[in-house]
């Protein structure tokens, strides 16, 4: 602990996903350390998949408390009954802790679940919203909402110019803009981020100034947002956050130990670590492809296949690549992006995972699929430097060849040297921002300081 002073009372709330949770717990671990009592409000079924010191953890409902989403089984369905239920048991919690003399100073929410904001005025106090995506897409979306984009966006031949951001060609947009039809739920959920914005008391972004400063200070009007991420365990990066080697919150059991025994036998920099996160299911053909790029490589590979993608697999293919390679169906990803064998990270290009890998300054192969993912790829490749965008064809599928190509280019290739000094480079950058009197930790302290004042008042 930093700070031992009782400094206000934030209760956050995740959207009760993986990617979600894990970033929003990250920040009020940070908020604890910094002496502010943090309390983590989250759905019932999320309840028990999170355990961590000096953060408390109470219940709130969705409406589907025995299996949330795969309960509701449609994504409208979901979010109207989260909102209900979020809503009535938030302010519930709030008044808990106000009858029990531990007043909240203020909610941040995941920016997905605007009616926080709503229920926190209601109350009285603060409320502030957190983007868990890059200040780039965030920027984009913002000016749908206003109506300064249209939808949908049609550009392949023309690349999309917005000033404060590099030119975006149609592959590199959100899948969203393009086909907003895809999933108009979605698509409606990221607009609604920006519908009661006016109302709020702090705007913070899971990312950094010395990684989007620019993208973030020209959309500021209207977007007026605290950068304060990365939202990565400390232990990683500044180190002021005492054993904190792991989020502190798991969906599912993880095969960490297996995975480091197997990595322990492997040469520096020799193995590509793949992971597709955990919403992203590939189709047969695209698992297919990834199979056969994997082997004719020739490189030692740890490959996430979630279990209810393994069936995917072709017969065979585990038992004929023991030697070379080792899958498992989930793993603490910061410890192995940590571990010296590993020399390259085969992403989707989810944001939280795009962090890790700048974090931890890992060499990447973008991999997007849908969403956000297709932005943050172009970032990794052409405006970071620190890995290449696997190319699809035709059909939307990246082939074996062009995996095999961009594996070799980013582990041993002409520009592999390149690559690894810009991932030591931003892994440096994002180290400085979350440690003492860098641009992250500075936002966050200005945050607990206005929370001080107002506790003293």
């Known amino acids: 602990m930093e700070e031992t002073e009782y400094r206000g009372h934030v209760v956050v709330i995740p959207y009760p996903s ?16 910094k002496g502010v009592k943090a309390t983590i409000a989250t759905t019932r079924y999320t309840l028990k998949s999170i355990c961590t010191a000096n953060v408390g953890v109470e219940p709130i409902s969705d409406g589907f408390d025995e299996s949330g989403f795969a309960q509701a089984k449609n994504v409208d369905l979901f979010l109207k009954s989260f909102k209900a239920n979020g809503s009535r048991t938030l302010s519930e919690l709030i008044q808990k802790f106000q009858d029990s003399g531990s007043p909240v100073s203020c909610v941040v929410y995941d920016s997905f679940l605007p009616w ?6 209601q109350h009285g106090i603060y ?26 966006l049609k550009l392949e031949t023309t690349p999309l110019i917005i000033p404060g951001l590099p030119p975006l060609n149609f592959p590199d947009l959100p899948s969203f803009l393009k086909l907003p039809e895809s999933y108009p739920a979605y698509l409606a959920m990221k607009l609604s981020q920006f519908s009661n914005l006016d109302m709020a008391d702090w705007i913070f ?40 080697k792991g989020y502190g919150a798991s969906l599912w059991e993880p095969f960490s130990d297996d995975c480091i025994k197997w990595l322990e036998t492997k040469p520096p920099k020799t193995v590509v670590y793949v992971s597709f996160g955990s919403m992203v299911s590939l189709t047969l053909e695209e698992m297919e492809e990834i199979v056969w790029g994997l082997k004719e490589s020739g490189l030692h590979f740890l490959w996430v296949v979630k279990e209810s993608e393994q069936d995917k697999l072709p017969d065979g293919f585990v038992d004929s690549t023991k030697e070379k390679g080792l899958i498992v169906s989930w793993c603490n990803q910061l410890e192995i992006l940590e ?23 890992v060499p990447m192969v973008g991999v997007p699929k849908w969403a956000d993912q297709l932005t943050d790829a172009k970032f990794v490749e052409e405006i970071w430097g620190v890995g290449l965008r696997a190319k699809e064809d035709d059909k939307g599928v990246v082939r074996k060849e062009e995996l095999v190509m961009c594996l070799k280019e980013v582990m041993e290739g002409e520009r592999s040297q390149q690559i690894k000094k810009n991932a030591s480079k931003w892994r440096e950058l994002a180290k400085k921002a979350v440690s003492e009197g860098g641009s992250s930790d500075k936002n966050i302290n200005e945050f607990v300081q206005h929370l001080v004042q107002k506790d003293r008042q």
């Open 127 to 152: 409320g502030a919203p957190f983007f868990t995506n890059s200040a780039t897409v965030s920027h984009i979306f913002c000016l749908i909402h206003h109506g300064k984009l249209s939808l949908p």
């Open 18 to 33: 993986q990617g979600h949770i894990n970033p929003l717990l990250q920040f009020a671990k940070r908020l604890a350390s």
């Open 339 to 361: 571990n010296q064998a590993i020399g390259c990270f085969v992403t989707h290009c989810g944001w939280n995972s795009t962090l890790e890998g700048l974090s931890l300054g």
């Open 205 to 244: 972004s899971n990312t950094f100034e010395e990684l989007e400063a620019e993208e973030a200070r020209s959309i500021s009007k209207l977007w007026p947002a605290k950068l304060i991420g990365p939202m990565v365990p400390a232990a990683y990066l500044d180190g002021r956050i005492e054993d904190d």
């Open 116 to 121: 926080a904001l709503d229920v926190a005025k």
